[in-house]
């Protein structure tokens, strides 16, 4: 139970770790449900191309969040006076966007990009990237100690293909709509920068996530850069898992929230699973090689690594856990099929308790905080669909809306 004492000392140290970089490593043992982080993004970007353009006008376009905050708008938005492209949720939002992430820089450049119709031929991805460039060269100037903390996060040391193509597009084309800047780039201004800072993304940074769809869409809202939170490594059992409540929080709306999912003793590694849990084996490797350049050994993918019948789960990347094994068990008994998935998959209980039983969820559920007295919660809460549940056994038993 956490005395006033221990309450008051690291909960997280940061470790160097052989072959995982820096990592995140429980200072004193956690309890599910435990806060073990809270962060505000030093950088959002959002994750919707391009609407507008040199035929559009203000009025046509459809403002869906507050470009700062990110909160769905649900009045008529507070438009920049300046560019009238981009959307506040309050003068107030507004305001605080001018000096910072929409400052006459930002503005201006977005402004030009916005009206450049070779740039809005481009993929989404590509014009999201853009987006990306731009907070990062203007966080230079409204923040050059941020954007400090932005280099310092790991990024790969070698460029990637794709990458590399995207620089060569987006660099010279913000270089040649971007007025300059207040005062010389603090930190320079390169296609060599260019390709650096889309690294870090790439490896670092957190979706914030839409509302859970009727359909189980998981679509991304807005992206951030986390520093603290850039330090978890990836298990695909994880052990913490993250929340947002963006649209529901009336202050720090955009920070993240890193919960445990269960106890874990002193000195273990926390970590957090970079994508849905229900991904099979072959796509999490395929994920992970590509885009964070690591090939995963936690005790899940040595137990997955073993099974032969991958080849037909690549083409979705989903699978149903409970299946799984299923194709080298004809012919056996009820109890010998029983025996041998339970060999197969000796992790069935973290799906069971702690995966959304939602239709088309797969959110990790985490205990609510302990209370006060350190007395553990029995209500899990899901991070995708936000749903509340009594866990009960690994029976959870929904609580309503
Ligand atoms: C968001 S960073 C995590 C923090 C990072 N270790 C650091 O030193 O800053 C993601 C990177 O950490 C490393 N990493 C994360 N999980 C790992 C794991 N399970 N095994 C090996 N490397 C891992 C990979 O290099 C990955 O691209």
Request: hydrophobic share 35%; aromatic share 8%; net charge negative.
């Amino acid at each position: 139970m956490p005395t006033a004492e221990n309450a008051a000392a690291p909960l997280l140290n940061v470790a160097e770790m052989q072959g995982r970089g820096r990592a995140l490593v429980a200072a004193q043992p956690l309890r599910g449900g435990q806060v073990v982080l809270r962060d505000s993004p030093i950088l959002l970007y959002s994750a919707l191309p391009f609407t507008g353009g040199p035929s559009s006008s203000s009025s046509t376009t459809i403002h869906r969040y507050c470009d700062h905050c990110f909160r769905a708008l649900q009045s008529a938005p507070v438009l920049c006076p300046s560019c009238r492209h981009h959307a506040f949720c309050s003068p107030a939002c507004l305001g605080v966007a001018s000096v910072s992430s929409h400052s006459p820089w930002a503005c201006q450049t977005l402004a030009r990009l916005i009206d450049c119709s070779s740039f809005l031929g481009q993929p989404p991805e590509l014009q999201v990237q853009a987006r990306f460039l731009v907070a990062s060269y203007n966080l230079s100037i409204t923040s050059p100690e941020d954007f400090q903390v932005l280099q310092s996060l790991q990024g790969r040391d070698i460029c990637s293909d794709d990458t590399a193509s995207s620089v060569q597009l987006l660099h010279p084309l913000i270089a040649s709509v971007c007025p300059p800047p207040p005062t010389p780039f603090p930190h320079g201004f390169s296609p060599e920068l260019s390709a650096n800072l889309l690294s870090k993304d790439k490896l670092n940074a957190f979706g914030l996530m839409e509302p859970f769809g009727a359909g189980g869409e998981r679509s991304v809202r807005a992206y951030g850069i986390y520093p603290r939170a850039s330090f978890f490594n990836h298990d695909c059992l994880p052990n913490a898992c993250r929340f947002d409540y963006v649209d529901t929080v009336p202050d720090h709306n955009t920070d993240i929230v890193v919960r445990m999912i269960h106890d874990v003793p002193q000195g273990r590694e926390i970590c957090v699973s970079y994508f849905p849990v229900n991904l099979n084996y072959p796509s999490r490797q395929k994920r992970l090689a590509e885009d964070y350049g690591f090939r995963c050994e936690c005790d899940r993918c040595n137990v997955e690594a073993n099974w032969s019948d991958h080849e037909e789960d690549v083409d979705d990347g989903v699978e149903e856990m409970e299946d799984e094994g299923g194709d080298e068990m004809e012919g056996s008994s009820d109890a010998d099929i029983e025996a041998e998935k339970e060999n197969d998959f000796p992790h069935e209980y973290f799906f069971v308790r702690y995966v959304c039983n939602r239709e088309n969820c797969f959110g990790t559920l985490a205990p609510l905080p302990p209370s006060a007295d350190g007395a553990a919660s029995e209500i899990m809460e899901c991070n995708v669909c936000g749903q509340l549940k009594r866990a009960n056994d690994g029976e959870e038993e929904e609580m309503g809306e």
